[in-house]
């Protein structure tokens, strides 16, 4: 078995289910014209009650940390609205369009969401699919290392970063860091965007436990303050211009029923 997922991995295609505990993942749900993206990451499980409920379950599936909308684990729409997810695997991002989300709710652990997908992932090449990691995904490199490592991006401001990044790359308050991110520009003669890869350089100044598998990095910029500014300045201009449309499909998962029971 072994031997038949290194095979998959070497073309370029996986299972859901192959997905690691602690793996990032981003669920885009589209509707139309309409989009938003969501982030969580591949929860573990070792209680024997949740474990044996796990293997009722059928098909190929990752279960993933609840994810919540103005601290409300949502209910993801069905009709008319489509999903895709990109998650991590061996540090390359596979694809799986056409996934379907549900609650779940496990005898001990409680409530989470189950990603179900009927085809397989595909890995695919960052810069095909920019868009989709725009403001999510980034690299960054340690105390002057070569070794570039997968990150999220949560927040940024002019003067600084923060970051989601996994517990197994050792972050220290006073570490230098180097975050590497696409910027995108929107040309609407061409109705089309394109982009560049920017560089910023700052120091860990925040080290913060978000749960079992990564922490919250906050990072003081110490070069690329003006990149960073132009990156603002444009994704601002573009959330005035999708604003309303982003608004009204987020409407359809944060509504009446958002019990966590459901």
């Known amino acids: 078995r072994q031997m038949c997922i290194r095979d998959r991995i070497n073309t370029g295609v996986i299972n859901i289910n192959e997905l690691l505990p602690g793996a990032m993942i981003s669920l885009t749900a589209r509707k139309g014209d309409k989009s938003y993206r969501f982030e969580s990451f591949v929860l573990e499980f070792q209680e024997k009650e949740d474990l044996d409920y796990i293997k009722t379950l059928k098909g190929d599936y990752v279960i993933v940390e609840p994810i919540r909308v103005e601290d409300k ?43 179900r997908s009927e085809v397989e992932g595909k890995r695919f090449n960052r810069r095909d699919y920019f868009r989709l990691w725009l403001g999510q995904h980034c690299n960054i490199a340690l105390r002057g290392s070569k070794a570039q490592h997968d990150a999220m991006v949560k927040d940024i401001s002019s003067t600084g970063v923060g970051l989601i990044v996994k517990k197994e790359y050792e972050v220290n308050v006073g570490d230098a860091i180097e975050i590497q991110f696409n910027f995108e520009k929107y040309n609407e003669q061409k109705e089309d965007y394109t982009f560049s890869l920017h560089t910023l350089l700052g120091e860990v100044v925040r080290v913060v436990d978000k749960n079992e598998k990564a922490n919250l990095v906050g990072c003081k910029l110490t070069e690329g303050q003006e990149e960073v500014s132009k990156f603002i300045a444009q994704r601002q201009r573009e959330r005035n211009r999708v604003g309303r449309k982003t608004n009204d499909l987020i409407s359809m998962f944060v509504g009446k029923d958002s019990n966590e029971n459901d």
């Open 73 to 115: 684990i949502i209910k993801f729409a069905a009709e008319g609205v489509s999903y895709f997810l990109i998650g991590n695997h061996k540090e390359k991002p596979y694809l799986f369009e056409k996934v379907f989300v549900d609650k779940i709710n496990l005898p001990l652990y409680g409530t989470a969401h189950i990603i």
